[in-house]
């Protein structure tokens, strides 16, 4: 009886072993993105990703991100009926700006403007997004670290959107 009761033990082990075990999991990356306007955060959000996109595919991310509103988004008095909010970062150059966007891993720009869309809030209070056709024109004018520039897959990609 004792043999059959720790026969059972082990096989108990064994199949909590192989069943609880850590699998081999991909390396995640989690990924901050900020929306600053007068030098304050004004819209949070965040992805993730294996952490083997480059900065070009992370910079993209940014026309799908959802963003939820800070304490300072919320003092700029945004008119909540409003669907589409534009900031405005002032006249003159673009270093001037107002405005900036970073998302970690793929840079940060200045905007001139910067066009808010509200989507329905869910369940994280997430309820606005940047419109895209901005963010793909301010690909070639963003930022980016040394180690970022270095793992580019296609580098040429930033010169021929420059040249357009």
Known sequence: MKTLINLCA???????????????????????AEVYYKHKVVLVGEWGDGGK????????YLKTIKFKPTDAFKNLMVNHAEKRVVLSGGGGALADSKITVFISYGG??????????????DEQDREWILDPKEVEDMFAYRLIGRRD??????PEKLK?????
């Open 160 to 164: 021929t959107q420059k040249s357009k």
């Open 149 to 154: 520039a270095a793992r580019l897959r296609y």
């Open 53 to 60: 996109a480059d900065a070009d595919t992370v910079w993209g």
């Open 108 to 121: 940060k720009s200045k905007f001139r403007e910067l066009s808010l869309v509200r989507i329905p809030k």
């Open 10 to 32: 082990a096989f108990a082990i064994v199949v909590f072993t192989i069943v609880i075990a850590p699998s081999q999991a991909n390396a995640a990356r989690h990924i901050y």
